[in-house]
């Protein structure tokens, strides 16, 4: 018999459409909503369901006959028994515009395979690894803080998180806050990783882009840590594309060089998703 799911709510009727081949129909476990642009959920996870901590995946929802997918980072860590997602919420867009209605129990779609350059494996060992993210591009960051493979590769881990506004920066916050109360790795990720959160459109006591940050000294003397530099250091990079490309050239200055699986190097860029 051929699989179906009922397509989520706001649609007049509940209508069920086939699954297509190669995905997995997943129910969504919890929702929040941290402002009117952003919001977070977990589904279950498929036993089958394997990816590397960072990776992303395409999801979907079951209300057409050929489901619109968007390529979305794993913001739970390989070891988590669900999967969970960190979303914009843009008013037309094809996927977000239904997305951001989802409810304990409706269904999401998952591709099998995973993907992605945001993987610990395609960087060579160094003491400190910097991650650097805007607005949801935070969200392969929060798979990789949870996971003890990224303390394994690195003793130092140092993430920055800018967003426009303060109600932004909520799941950053909430992310550490229960990390450092995790029964499984509070105690490996102790003094060990540090959240360098700035807001650029309201005042907040740390304002400023993270290019700016860094350019100024700022960034180094905030935290009281060395500058970037090649010889120590790894740099992974997520979010929007201006600040993807203006990030790239500033490493790029420093003299890191660009990685990928095939070619483990000093840093590595994926741009988070919009629409
Ligand atoms: P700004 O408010 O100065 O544009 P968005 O919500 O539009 O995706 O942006 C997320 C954050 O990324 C904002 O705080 C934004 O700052 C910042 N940002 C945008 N472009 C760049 C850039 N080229 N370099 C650094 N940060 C940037």
Same mark, same amino acid.
């Given at each position: 018999? !051929?699989?179906?799911?009922?397509?989520?709510?706001?649609?007049?009727?509940?209508?069920?459409?086939?699954?297509?081949?190669?995905?997995?129909?997943?129910?969504?476990?919890?929702?929040?909503? =941290?402002?009117?642009? /952003?919001?977070?959920? $977990?589904?279950?996870?498929?036993?089958?369901?394997?990816?590397?901590?960072?990776?992303?995946?395409?999801?979907?929802?079951?209300?057409?006959?050929?489901?619109?997918? $968007?390529?979305?980072?794993?913001?739970?860590?390989?070891?988590?028994? +669900?999967?969970?997602?960190?979303?914009?919420?843009?008013?037309?867009?094809?996927?977000?515009?239904?997305?951001?209605?989802? !409810?304990?129990?409706?269904?999401?779609? /998952?591709? #099998?395979?995973?993907?992605?350059?945001?993987?610990? *494996?395609?960087?060579?060992?160094?003491?400190?690894?910097?991650?650097?993210?805007?607005?949801?591009?935070?969200?392969?960051?929060?798979? @990789?803080?949870?996971?003890?493979?990224? =303390?394994?590769?690195?003793?130092?881990?140092? /993430?920055?998180?800018?967003?426009?506004? #303060?109600?932004?920066?909520?799941?950053?916050?909430?992310?550490?806050?229960?990390?450092?109360?995790?029964? /499984?790795?509070?105690?490996?990720? !102790?003094?060990?990783?540090?959240? =360098?959160?700035?807001?650029?459109?309201?005042?907040?006591?740390?304002?400023?882009?993270?290019?700016?940050?860094?350019?100024?000294? $700022?960034?180094?003397?905030?935290?009281?840590?060395?500058?970037?530099?090649? +010889?120590?250091?790894?740099?992974?990079?997520?979010?929007?594309? #201006?600040?993807?490309? *203006?990030?790239?050239? @500033?490493?790029?200055?420093?003299?890191?060089?660009?990685?990928?699986?095939? #070619?483990?190097?000093?840093?590595?860029?994926?741009?988070?998703?919009?629409?």
């Amino acid at each position: 018999m !051929q699989q179906t799911a009922t397509a989520v709510k706001d649609d007049a009727e509940r209508v069920a459409f086939p699954i297509p081949a190669n995905v997995f129909a997943e129910k969504v476990v919890s929702v929040k909503h =941290y402002t009117d642009r /952003l919001f977070s959920f $977990r589904v279950t996870r498929p036993q089958a369901f394997r990816f590397r901590s960072g990776e992303f995946v395409m999801i979907g929802l079951p209300n057409a006959e050929k489901p619109v997918f $968007r390529a979305y980072s794993i913001a739970s860590p390989a070891w988590d028994e +669900e999967i969970e997602f960190f979303s914009i919420k843009v008013p037309d867009g094809p996927l977000t515009s239904h997305l951001q209605k989802v !409810q304990p129990g409706d269904t999401v779609l /998952l591709r #099998h395979k995973t993907t992605g350059t945001l993987v610990v *494996d395609a960087l060579t060992p160094a003491k400190r690894l910097f991650m650097i993210s805007t607005g949801t591009g935070i969200a392969p960051f929060a798979s @990789l803080v949870r996971d003890p493979d990224t =303390y394994e590769k690195f003793d130092q881990i140092i /993430l920055t998180h800018t967003c426009r506004d #303060h109600a932004e920066l909520a799941y950053g916050v909430e992310l550490f806050e229960a990390l450092a109360a995790d029964p /499984l790795i509070g105690e490996v990720v !102790q003094d060990r990783v540090t959240l =360098y959160s700035t807001t650029t459109r309201e005042i907040t006591p740390r304002m400023g882009r993270i290019t700016r940050l860094i350019e100024t000294g $700022r960034f180094y003397e905030d935290l009281g840590i060395a500058p970037l530099s090649p +010889e120590t250091d790894r740099v992974m990079i997520c979010g929007s594309m #201006h600040m993807l490309k *203006d990030v790239k050239e @500033l490493v790029e200055g420093l003299g890191f060089k660009e990685g990928s699986l095939a #070619h483990p190097a000093d840093f590595v860029v994926e741009r988070a998703f919009v629409g």
